[in-house]
Nanobody
Framework: QVQLVESGGGLVQAGGSLRLSCAASGRIVMGWFRQAPGKEREFVARISWSGGITTYTDSVKGRFTISRDNAKNTVYLQMNSLSPEDTAVYYC????????????WGQGTQVTVSS
């Protein structure tokens, strides 16, 4: 059983930045998904257990960076140049492959970008 604890969401103006954190109870492939109101949950980014391989959905490439600190079993999502279209609940996920989520989810953190 993997436990995930997220932090770092909030309200930011368009063009601003936020950093999300997800602390895991073990070292595992991890990623971020998001769900906007009225939409399905979608893949955002993933990082391998070593941190050497990262994958992003096209809409966030060049703006978001996923990273990890294995000493702390923590994964980060640095989000820059945010737009209102990024408004969603962001979920940390563990154990998935590619854009397919694994079985473990964080509680979700709200990110709201105002125009």
């Amino acid at each position: 059983q993997v436990q995930l604890v997220e932090s770092g969401g909030g309200l930011v103006q368009a063009g601003g930045s936020l950093r999300l954190s997800c602390a895991a109870s073990g070292r595992i492939v991890m990623g971020w998904f998001r769900q906007a109101p009225g939409k399905e949950r979608e893949f955002v980014a993933r990082i391998s257990w070593s941190g050497g391989i990262t994958t992003y959905t096209d809409s966030v490439k060049g703006r978001f960076t996923i990273s990890r600190d294995n000493a702390k079993n923590t994964v980060y999502l640095q989000m820059n140049s945010l737009s209102p279209e990024d408004t969603a609940v962001y979920y940390c996920n563990a154990g998935g492959v590619g854009t397919i989520p694994g079985d473990y989810w964080g509680q979700g953190t709200q990110v709201t970008v105002s125009s």
